[in-house]
């Protein structure tokens, strides 16, 4: 022991730990990064004479500041919450540098109204306001590594809670679909609009890796076994999509020939979830108070997620019902066959949600599976609304208005009916542990059923000439209601694999019905082709239909 801690320990003052002393460096290094974050727009990121497209240095002062403020509300009396908070806001910065970084190379695909708005073509030059932000994120990334090292694990009897989970993924992905589209809507031609891969390289990657850094940190957030940790680390990314998403949402709010896009409101709509989730998991309960909240609350849970699915069949009606364009007096409005493709799918949600409504809590699985059906059908419509609008004369109508609502309400059912399907399988385990077993045929013709079914997403069910039909990877419209779709479809096929027999078999008919949904696109839709002819995507999607109803009806027969 050396003169100088021999001392310490005398006079009883306890050394300073390695970890601590990292993680006092790391809030100075975050501190810093904030301050250099906030005098970056204050003093211009591009040549003089180039002003925000609204008065925004309050707000990004704000947002520059909160993940700090929050690290300092934890750093006293709990240092691990505070290094989690510096970890998972260092998270982010990577594709924050590189989405500025783009702003050194070219100005003309850089959508950053808060910064700047182009008024001309002369290209803008970067000036000692953008450098100061790239050293700022330098810095914030600098300290989430140390904080990283900083936190080290200790010993605890508690678990990960595995109850919500599904929520901040769910909520995560919520977010990671957000930041694919694009920031905000625009009216003017020097104000680039598109998302991550409508961007040059730099900007392309950066955002990817924001879209990849936020369901990633929450899911690392949540699985902590530490309920304040959860509760920091949780706090920390809603403060960070805050960040990404409010920015975007005010210029769109309150910028001339700016508007607010559906990218922007999911972010901000993720950033709320991820709040609430660190109220919720952050707390400490006894068990006994758990169950006797669980039984009663699954119930309600159910009939909640059956009202939820009821709204957004009845707002996916009005979407058919209403009219989705406005065109000039004397002009025929066009026959609308995207939206026919709205019918089966309400239909399905619709029938599925009185079920639940009904208390029969077998239909549960099915039903929120089922529910990616109405955006496989409203990217579809919504897709042909968007690219009708391109002609200056042609307005969105309400039902388009109808068509997103019921989207929304498919989120918020699906988020609700799996957190009543998390709070029954958690209440099963403590009875009957799952040890399932699937035999071979049926997972044989449950996972053919499910490489079909991709293969019915990936492929056009509809063929003509000079025809185009949207597809997986083009990132139209269209394409994010089939990759919900798609995306459900597998994971249920997934799901079943792992799942009781009855369970299984419902998360099977659901995929069925998603499939179904996708196979009837051809002849609800073929007569806005002339000459059509069914894709290859058609008759997949048949086959995937047949294949996963044969598995469901393998695992129903199955004690």
Do not use: C
Request: aromatic share 6%; no cysteine.
């Amino acid at each position: 022991m050396t003169r100088t801690t021999r001392d310490l320990v005398v006079a009883g003052v306890e050394p300073a730990s390695p970890a601590s002393v990292r993680l006092r460096v790391a809030f100075g290094l975050a501190f810093v990064g904030a301050l250099l974050g906030a005098a970056g727009p204050l003093t211009g990121v591009v040549s003089e004479g180039t002003a925000p497209a609204f008065t925004a240095w309050p707000l990004l002062v704000l947002l520059a500041f909160l993940p700090v403020v929050l690290a300092a509300v934890f750093l006293r009396n709990h240092p691990l919450v505070a290094a989690g908070v510096l970890a998972v806001t260092g998270l982010f910065a990577p594709g924050r540098l590189l989405v500025d970084l783009q702003i050194t190379v070219d100005t003309t695909y850089t959508t950053r109204p808060e910064l700047f708005r182009p008024t001309s073509l002369t290209p803008l030059t970067p000036s000692t306001g953008l450098w100061l932000l790239v050293a700022g994120h330098v810095l914030v990334l600098a300290a989430g590594v140390l904080a990283a090292t900083a936190a080290e694990p200790t010993d605890s009897d508690q678990s990960s809670p595995r109850r919500f989970l599904g929520l901040v993924v769910a909520a995560g992905a919520v977010a990671a679909v957000g930041l694919f589209t694009a920031p905000i809507t625009s009216t003017d031609p020097l104000v680039p609009t598109g998302g991550p891969f409508d961007a040059p390289a730099l900007a392309m990657i950066g955002g990817l890796l924001l879209a990849a850094a936020a369901p990633a940190a929450g899911v690392l957030a949540a699985s902590n076994p530490a309920p304040e940790n959860r509760r920091g680390g949780l706090l920390a990314v809603a403060a960070a999509l805050a960040a990404l998403a409010l920015p975007p949402f005010t210029a769109g709010v309150f910028a001339d020939g700016l508007g607010v896009s559906i990218g922007s409101v999911l972010l901000l709509l993720a950033a709320a979830a991820h709040a609430v989730l660190a109220v919720v998991l952050g707390r400490e309960t006894d068990l006994a108070e758990q169950k006797a909240v669980e039984l009663p609350g699954q119930r309600r849970l159910h009939r909640v997620a059956g009202v939820l699915g009821l709204l957004a069949a009845a707002s996916a009606l009005g979407g058919v019902l209403g009219a989705q364009l406005v065109v000039p007096d004397g002009l025929p409005l066009p026959v609308g066959y995207a939206e026919r493709l709205l019918w089966p799918a309400l239909v399905v949600v619709a029938l599925l949600s009185a079920a639940l409504v009904a208390n029969t809590t077998a239909a549960r699985p099915a039903f929120t599976v089922a529910l990616a059906a109405l955006p496989l059908a409203a990217g579809g419509t919504l897709d042909a609304v968007f690219a009708a609008t391109q002609i200056g004369s042609v307005k969105p109508g309400g039902g388009v208005w109808f068509t997103v609502l019921a989207v929304l309400f498919a989120i918020a059912a699906a988020v609700t009916a799996a957190l009543a399907g998390s709070l029954e399988r958690e209440e099963r385990e403590e009875v009957e542990p799952t040890k399932t077993q699937v035999p071979l045929p049926q997972a044989a013709v449950t996972l053919i059923g499910a490489l079909l079914a991709l293969g019915a997403f990936a492929l056009p069910v509809l063929r003509g000439p000079d025809f185009h039909s949207v597809g997986l990877l083009d990132f139209r419209v269209g394409s994010y209601g089939l990759l919900a779709a798609v995306l459900a479809v597998l994971a249920a096929a997934g799901l079943s694999l792992r799942s009781r027999p009855q369970r299984a078999a419902a998360l099977l008919l659901g995929a069925a019905l998603v499939t179904a949904v996708r196979a009837l696109e051809y002849p609800l839709t073929s007569a806005r082709v002339t000459a059509a002819a069914p894709g290859p995507g058609l008759w997949l999607a048949a086959a995937a239909v047949v294949a996963l109803l044969a598995g469901a009806a393998l695992s129903a027969s199955r004690r």
